[in-house]
Structure formats: structure tokens, C-alpha cells
């Protein structure tokens, strides 16, 4: 699903989560195969013997299918941030579609673990106003000052459009304390 553009609305930031950001994943998913090896090491020989090739298939099946799954999740989730709102969107088959505009972003967090930091990734949490989705995150991107700065980018330029849009239809900013 693309994401349709209203008019005047220019993309600033569009992106997949990296691949350096689903290693841990992968880290933790071969752990987890590891386990299941173990488990089909223990299951040969209580079933009365050792059999290797059962440890070895049950090691490379749960291998093969945390790969599928990290580069599934990976493509298949895009973060895009234009002059007007920021999209998470995710899946394949089925589709979910989470946005804010940008003018609802209070505060925009970053989160490094050493190991993020090692690896160059981190995720960005943004804070909307009066909003009752509070898991708005882009998990895994490669450069989270990247992202910070592209909502930066579009605070800004929205800004400036309500400059533009108030000197031209002939209207001055309300003064502080009113008229």
C-alpha cells in the first residue's frame, strides 16, 4: 500500500527498519533454535537413541524460519515522514496503517542499547498530543538522528506555511495577549 499523498505534501523521510536493527533478532531467534535442537537432541534419546540428523533438521528449520520472519517484518513494515504526518505501515496480507499529524508531536525520543549503538541502529519514539496510541516507534531505523531531524524538517516547513498562508490571505499573527 503506497502512501497517498495530499496535495502540497512532500515525503521527507521514507524507510524500512535496517537489517542491522533485526540482527538481534536474528541473535536471539538462533538461540532459540539452539533450544530447539536441544529439545530434539532429548526427545531422540529418550525415544530410545541418538539420531543427529533430527538435531541438525530441528536446528536449521527454526534457523530458516527466524530468517523468514526477520526479513518478512523488515520489508514489510515502512516509516514515512512528509510536511504533514508521520506513517507507520505494516504486513503484507493484511495491512494496518498507523499516522499522526505532524503537529500533534510533542516529543520525539531516541533510544540506543550499547549493542544498537554498536550497531549503528536505535529506535525513535514519538509523544502525540491527546492521543490514546501511545506505541508510535520507529523500531530498528539506521540512523535515528536522521529521523529526528526529518521531523524537525517538517515542524519547521509547516511553520512556514502558516506564515505563508496567513500573510496571504491578508491576516497578521494574533499578538501575544490578544488584541
Do not use: C
Amino acid at each position: 500500500m503506497a502512501l497517498d499523498l495530499h496535495p502540497s505534501e512532500h515525503v521527507i523521510f521514507a524507510g524500512h527498519p535496517s537489517w542491522r536493527g533485526t540482527l538481534s533478532f536474528y541473535l536471539r531467534g538462533t538461540l532459540a533454535a539452539l533450544g530447539v535442537a536441544a529439545i530434539a537432541a532429548l526427545a531422540t534419546v529418550i525415544g530410545g537413541g541418538f539420531d543427529l540428523t533430527w538435531v541438525i533438521v530441528g536446528f536449521v528449520v527454526a534457523v530458516a524460519v527466524v530468517i523468514v520472519v526477520g526479513f518478512v517484518y523488515r520489508l514489510s513494515t515502512t516509516y514515512t515522514i512528509t510536511n504533514q504526518r508521520l506513517t507507520i505501515e505494516r504486513g503484507i496480507l493484511s495491512k494496518h496503517m498507523q499516522q499522526t499529524r505532524v503537529e500533534r508531536v510533542q516529543n520525539v525520543n531516541t533510544d540506543q542499547t550499547l549493542v544498537d549503538r554498536l550497531m549503528r541502529v536505535g529506535q525513535v519514539d514519538f509523544d502525540t498530543a491527546g492521543s490514546d496510541d501511545s506505541d508510535f516507534t520507529f523500531r530498528g531505523v539506521a540512523n535515528p538522528q536522521q529521523v529526528v531531524r526529518a521531523v524537525d524538517k517538517a515542524h519547521r516547513e509547516r511553520e512556514q506555511r502558516g506564515l505563508q498562508h496567513g500573510a496571504d490571505e491578508g491576516f497578521e499573527p494574533t499578538p501575544p495577549g490578544g488584541l
